[in-house]
Structures are given as C-alpha cells and as structure tokens.
C-alpha cells in the first residue's frame, strides 16, 4: 500500500514536471511569434512609407553629401534621430525651400545653427542646410523629411535651406553661396528651376524676409540658372 502511494506521487509529480515543461515552451513560442510580429510591423510601417511617396515619373533618389559645392565648403553635422526633428522618414524630392534664419545677432552662422540642431534644439523646427557667407553645414540627409515649411507638402518634399543673416556677415555673398548650393541640388537631383520655393509658398509665413522685401527672388533663380549651366 506505501509502495503505491509513493509510485502514485511520483507519477503526479512527472505528470506536473511535463505540464510545466508544456506551459514554459508555449509560452517561448507565444512571445516569439509577437516579436516576430512587432518587427513585421515596423518593417511594414516604414516600406508603406517609401510607397507612399514613390511616384514612378519620381524615383527615390538617396541623399548627396558633398564636401563642397562650387567651390563653397559643406560640413556634414547630421544631427540623431528624433521623432520631432528627424524622424527618418524616406520621402522623394521635389522642392528646395529657401528660408532666412531672421537671426541678425552677430556671429550667428552657420556653424551655431548646426550646433543649435545638433544639441540645444528643444522645437520641433528642423532643416536640411544651413548657408552663410563663407560655409555650409547639412543637417539632415536630403531624402529624409524635416520640419520648416509649416505645412505637410513643403515639409514631405522640399530641402529645407536657412540663408544667414547675421548683422556682421555678408549677405550677397550667403545669397550667392545658396544659390550655388541650389544649383548644385538641382544637378543632383534632376529638378528644374521651378522646383525653387520659398517658404511663403507653403504657410504664408514671411520668409525669407530679406530676399522678398528686395524683390531679389527672380536674380536669385537667375543666378542659379547661371551656375547649374557651368
Ligand atoms: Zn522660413
């Protein structure tokens, strides 16, 4: 009678050791496939987007990153990722909005504006390249959307340049450095003259107030008519 008692434990307690066993391999079967899951979505999230934007007269084209444009020179600080201010979505290329940093303080270049991205940022405002009147800085790749023209279709498309106009620069020569930076973009992409916006373009926004208040859109364009065709 004892022997069989005993027996019988044991055999409860094979039976519930196997249960056990059963129980744990769900369970690792259960939270893989939701792993598997999470990583189809995200796959999913960021293909969907490529699509979106993907029109066939428009093939995605990947970033450029010059070391200079025309002889000006382009420092590449390209800031993290943030979902504010660069939230790496893909997109293709359409515009190149022109935009002042209406920052008149001196020294204000465009190396603060990268370091300003780059660690002291606390907006949601972002851009592509910074100019001023002897150097450029390129924030964030060109096939990624950044956040400048305050309005969806300017944001997903355009490259989004900020002119200096710090009160001790030189703003013919920021002028003409944009545009050489614009015609080079331009190349790059296979974008013709009318891909050039302004900021006012998108929200009304006045911006860039400089170049609109002078009426110098329409020299700007022309001049970079005049080096896309060197
Ligand atoms: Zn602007």
Redesign the pocket.
Known sequence: MQKKDYRKRNDNRIIIAFLLIIIMTLLIVVLALRQEDESKKVAFVFHSTILDYYPIESPFKESVSPDDVYGVPVHQQIIDANPDTRPMTKRIIKYL????T?NFAAGVGAKNHANYLSYNNTSTNS?HYTVDDHEIYHHIPDDEVAH???DKEGNMYGI?I?LCVNRDGNFNKTFDNAAKLVAYLIKAYDLDIDAIK???DFNG?D??HKILASNRLDEFKDKVKSYVNT
């Open positions: 909005v022109i935009h002042e209406d851009w400048h023209a305050g989004g900020e302004v900021h006012r926004k911006c860039p």
